[in-house]
């Protein structure tokens, strides 16, 4: 199937205004310009989305383990214009966690062309800090000494996993991690200096939502000492994800990262959980399943815990984030469209196959109108999702081009 589509083409770095892909089977075979007056009337035409950091949306949460979860998170990423994600879990028993992994290989046997693709597994815990664990159940927590074979005995699908560099016994686990290509990230810790520079040592490149639940500058006695975020904003070798959503990550402080690691070694990322997408501004939901879960509470479109002591992820999607960032953090449209696309393709390994529109590339595209909002997402030169004139979504079954 051939398709062309014309609009001001976002790339790495410029607009391309007027601009126009060719695809042809599912792939971009070519880039172009395309003669139009009035550009300013065209859809901006973006790579799809990559979101490496989100653990549900719709009322689900991808530690459910089922086709019903993994269909409603895979259709609510895709009115979002999220072509890739990695889904995410939280602290569980390791029981629950392999149940996620078994279903994870099941589902990726069933790929369509007409979903968002699930890229692999990042394993957000339970190798963390009590500290700093956030909205992660306590109970749930383990130490590298209670065994992580599960983990290295995955690696074909767990891309990604987030640790705590100061745990007894972490220098040995990370090593063995990147032995097996697994992306060692930094978070949920209460690293000191030593720690964090002999993590990155043994190979940790990466830190995950950067100045949430994470060691930071703190005295002791009369030093002041660094934790993990100053360590990676002043080091090039570390990338950095941040939750742009406006809490977690006011403005000023998106702007001061983004200052300090720049587009290309800053991801974006929805932590979104269950909530995300019911258009609840209230409620109790829960972040995992079974009796290790959390109790989370939203209240005006932000999700706590139940105690009101710290964020429980997002109930924003990506693309929110990428208004927030240049409407509100005056970031350039281009690193901001960067930051959800290319960088997280790169952190996970996958940025031959997407993350960008260059020829080769999967034909994935994020349609946007001039207030950044989506209109259109296609996968492999498809329509999978459209929204008609009034803003209403419509039928993507229809939208085949």
């Not at 697994?182 to 830190?207: L, Q």
């Not at 997002?314 to 960032?325: E, F, Y």
Request: hydrophobic share 35%.
């Amino acid at each position: 199937m051939k398709r062309e589509i014309t609009g001001n083409i976002i790339l790495p770095g410029r607009i391309l205004y007027g601009g126009k892909v060719l695809c042809e089977n599912g792939i971009i075979v070519g880039i172009s310009e395309h003669f139009c007056r009035e550009t300013q009337k065209l859809p901006f035409v973006l790579p799809g989305l990559v979101d490496i950091h989100n653990h549900g949306g719709m009322g689900h949460d991808y530690m459910e383990a089922t086709q019903e979860a993994f269909e409603a998170i895979s259709g609510h990423l895709l009115r979002h214009g999220v072509t890739t994600a990695q889904c995410t879990t939280v602290s569980a028993p390791i029981e629950q966690l392999e149940a996620v992994l078994r279903f994870f290989n099941t589902w990726r046997k069933q790929e369509n062309g007409r979903r968002c693709r699930f890229c692999g597994i990042h394993i957000e815990g339970p190798y963390i800090s009590h500290k700093n664990k956030g909205a992660h159940p306590a109970g749930a927590l383990k130490l590298p000494r209670d065994g992580y074979d599960w983990v290295l005995e995955n690696s074909d699908i767990i891309r990604e996993i987030t640790v705590a560099p100061e745990l007894r016994g972490m220098p040995e686990m990370i090593e063995d991690l990147c032995r097996a290509g697994i992306v060692v990230s930094g978070g949920h810790d209460d690293a000191e200096p030593e720690d964090v520079e002999e993590a990155v040592e043994k190979g940790m490149r990466h830190c995950t939502h950067i100045y949430c639940a994470m060691s930071t500058l703190h005295k002791t006695g009369l030093q002041r000492r660094c934790g993990l975020c100053e360590y990676a904003m002043t080091h090039s070798e570390i990338t950095a994800e941040m939750i742009a959503d406006n809490h977690h990550t006011p403005p000023w402080l998106a702007q001061m990262i983004y200052r300090c690691k720049g587009a290309d070694k800053l991801c974006v990322v929805s932590d979104a959980i269950a909530p995300g997408g019911l258009n609840e501004k209230e409620g109790m939901f829960s972040l995992g399943t079974g009796e290790n879960c959390t109790q989370v509470f939203v209240e005006d479109g932000v999700a706590v815990v139940g105690d009101g002591s710290c964020y429980a992820g997002s109930v924003q999607a990506l693309d929110s984030m990428i208004r927030n960032l240049v409407k509100d953090a005056d970031i350039p449209l281009v690193d901001a469209v960067r930051m959800a696309t290319l960088t997280p393709a790169g952190v996970v390994g996958i940025e031959q196959d997407c993350g960008s529109i260059a020829i080769g590339k999967r034909a994935d595209f994020c349609i946007m109108d001039k207030n950044l909002e989506v209109s259109e997402t296609i996968v492999e030169g498809k329509t999978v999702f459209r929204k008609d004139r009034d803003g209403r979504d419509k039928n993507s079954e229809q939208s085949y081009l």
